[in-house]
T-cell receptor
Framework: DAGVIQSPRHEVTEMGQEVTLRCKPISGHNSLFWYRQTMMRGLELLIYFNNNVPIDDSGMPEDRFSAKMPNASFSTLKIQPSEPRDSAVYFC??????????FGPGTRLTVT | AQSVTQLGSHVSVSEGALVLLRCNYSSSVPPYLFWYVQYPNQGLQLLLKYTTGATLVKGINGFEAEFKKSETSFHLTKPSAHMSDAAEYFCAVSDNTGGFKTIFGAGTRLFVKA
């Protein structure tokens, strides 16, 4: 199994640009999570999906952030427009019902 | 509501010494408890978990943790630290009332001195 796949691994963009982060969960897993990690705020849950349906998006910081899961094998997290304070490492994780989460390698986003 | 408190954002031990990372949780129902480890520039990976049954659970790399309901604690220990144990460790709690949502602690960075 390839594990959770995230792309890109690194993204550098200018303020105001649209950023799209991608995630492919482990095959057969039906829950998917997006987290953001920074030195100041630690690991924050942004949103999670169960069976492709958003269950809890209370962690999404503002309307500039949106997430979709069009099918069981793909999810996106979009930031439009991006701001320097969005710079962080974004993780995707999935679980197949055991509560144990499998994390991807993360996308390091830098907004200048 | 669930919550997790990790005592100490940084812990430093000598190689060969006991590792003790503290975690206290709050949950209104029987919890599922986890320890995850994060090495530099990597995602989190599961170290060990408690769901039901035996309260002393063993994980990878010689780590173990004990669920103490009366103390609402789930401390992580390892008898003898190795340089390769240097990483950040996260305690986490979940239960069956919030789907598969998991609450993570703030993390404890472990330094191992030669």
């Amino acid at each position: 199994d390839a594990g959770v796949i995230q792309s890109p691994r690194h993204e550098v963009t200018e303020m105001g640009q649209e950023v799209t982060l991608r995630c492919k969960p482990i095959s057969g897993h039906n829950s998917l999570f997006w987290y953001r990690q920074t030195m100041m705020r630690g690991l924050e849950l942004l949103i999670y999906f169960n069976n492709n349906v958003p269950i809890d998006d209370s962690g999404m910081p503002e309307d500039r952030f949106s997430a979709k899961m069009p099918n069981a094998s793909f999810s996106t997290l979009k930031i439009q427009p991006s701001e320097p304070r969005d710079s962080a490492v974004y993780f995707c994780a999935s679980t197949g019902g055991s509560y144990e989460q499998y994390f991807g390698p993360g996308t390091r986003l830098t907004v200048t | 509501a669930q919550s997790v408190t990790q005592l100490g954002s940084h812990v430093s031990v000598s190689e060969g010494a006991l590792v003790l990372l503290r975690c206290n949780y709050s949950s209104s129902v029987p919890p599922y408890l986890f320890w995850y480890v994060q090495y530099p520039n990597q995602g989190l990976q599961l170290l060990l978990k408690y769901t039901t049954g035996a309260t002393l659970v063993k994980g990878i790399n010689g780590f173990e943790a004990e669920f103490k309901k009366s103390e609402t604690s789930f401390h992580l220990t390892k008898p003898s630290a190795h340089m390769s144990d240097a990483a950040e460790y996260f305690c986490a709690v979940s239960d069956n009332t919030g789907g598969f949502k998991t609450i993570f602690g703030a993390g404890t960075r472990l330094f191992v001195k030669a």
